[in-house]
Antibody
Framework: EVQLVESGGGLVKPGRSLRLSCTAS????????ITWFRQAPGKGLEWVGF??????????EYAASVKGRFTMSRDDSRSIAFLQMNSLKTEDTAVYYC????????????????WGQGTLVTVSS | AIQMTQSPSSLSASVGDRVTITCRAS??????LGWYQQKPGKAPKLLIH???TLQSGVPSRFSGSGSGTDFTLSISSLQAEDFATYYC?????????FGQGTKVEIK
């Protein structure tokens, strides 16, 4: 069974850092890109960014609102993706979700078919 | 960034009603669009991908259509468990962008 589990959320002061983890199971983690979305309380969904699979260079793309402050990485040997969040702002308060996407050579991939349950990050003094 | 304009923002309907939600992209996105259902406190759930393909395990009362800039999600006969918020998401390019959401409430 495919599972994605986020962890690492919590209460943090503005300007501080936090690292989220996305632990995967039930599929070949290294084949997939991992995408992060977030949802501020009572608001809609927002794309945060993603990290490609090593096959596609393992490179990253970020939303303008987090570029330069957030960094994504991955450890395929442990099937974990990380979201390092620095210089946090109150507007980063949200539930953070991880999910998976393609491409995978030779396979038709359904993007964002499985999501984690989310982890809440609260940035407040 | 591609803007996704979703309408209506909310609607009231009764069990058994047919419901239609639309999304319009600010530029052509082929059929690179998904529809998601979200219930309070839960993660989004994929209903439709590639604009019109029903995700495995999703009831057949859900359907999607459209290509290019205009897309529609339909629920043929609303059930009690369908009261939720629905979002469209384009995965044509980056940044990925969502519609603003449609909250489907009980009339």
């Amino acid at each position: 069974e495919v599972q994605l589990v986020e962890s690492g959320g919590g209460l943090v002061k503005p300007g501080r850092s936090l690292r989220l983890s996305c632990t995967a199971s039930g599929f070949t983690f290294g084949d997939y890109a991992i995408t992060w979305f977030r949802q501020a309380p009572g608001k809609g969904l927002e794309w945060v960014g993603f990290i490609r699979s090593k096959t596609y260079g393992g490179t990253t793309e970020y939303a303008a609102s987090v570029k330069g402050r957030f960094t994504m990485s991955r450890d395929d040997s442990r099937s974990i993706a990380f979201l390092q969040m620095n210089s946090l702002k109150t507007e980063d308060t949200a539930v953070y979700y991880c999910t998976r996407e393609g491409p995978i050579r030779g396979i038709v991939v359904v993007n964002f078919d499985y999501w984690g349950q989310g982890t809440l990050v609260t940035v407040s003094s | 960034a591609i803007q996704m304009t979703q309408s209506p923002s909310s609607l009231s309907a009764s069990v058994g009603d047919r419901v239609t939600i639309t999304c319009r992209a600010s530029q052509g996105i082929r059929n690179d669009l998904g529809w998601y259902q979200q219930k309070p406190g839960k993660a989004p759930k994929l209903l439709i991908h590639a604009a019109s393909t029903l995700q495995s395990g999703v009831p057949s009362r859900f359907s999607g259509s459209g290509s290019g800039t205009d897309f529609t999600l339909s629920i043929s006969s609303l059930q009690a468990e369908d009261f939720a918020t629905y979002y469209c998401l384009q995965d044509y390019n980056y940044p990925r962008t969502f519609g603003q959401g449609t909250k489907v409430e009980i009339k």
